[in-house]
């Protein structure tokens, strides 16, 4: 499985950003996919995941703020950003598996600065 993140890119705080992430190759069936992000310095953590069956979770820190959706028939997962701060600031990758293995994509970075 190949993922392929896009959206990232350079925003002014309040604004917003749609992230994308595909995935392809030879597989079976996607079930869970989600985004996680690590800022300079920091651990790698969750922003939000969605199983196959549409159930949904987020970091305490995007509730309400950031929308993960996925498209099943395309194999892709999505991250609606709203209200970005400075420190939502991170490279985020999408990550995905298969029931068998894990995989993740290469990162996009989105920066929140004025």
């Known amino acids: 499985v190949q993922l392929q993140a896009s959206g990232g890119g350079l925003v002014q705080p309040g604004g917003s950003l749609r992230l994308s992430c595909a995935a392809s190759?030879?597989?079976?069936?996607?079930?869970?996919m989600g985004w996680y992000r690590q800022a300079p310095g920091k651990q790698r953590e969750l922003v939000a995941g969605?199983?196959?069956?549409?159930?949904?979770n987020y970091a305490d820190s995007v509730k309400g703020r950031f929308t993960i959706s996925r498209d099943n028939a395309k194999n892709t997962v999505y991250l609606q950003t709203n209200s970005l701060k400075p420190e939502d600031t991170a490279v985020y990758y999408c990550?995905?598996?298969?029931?068998?293995?894990?995989?993740w994509g290469q990162g996009t970075l989105v920066t929140v600065s004025s």
């Open positions: 990550n995905a598996d298969d029931y068998l293995n894990d995989y």
């Open positions: 969605i199983t196959s069956k549409g159930s949904i």
């Open positions: 190759g030879t597989f079976f069936s996607i079930n869970a």
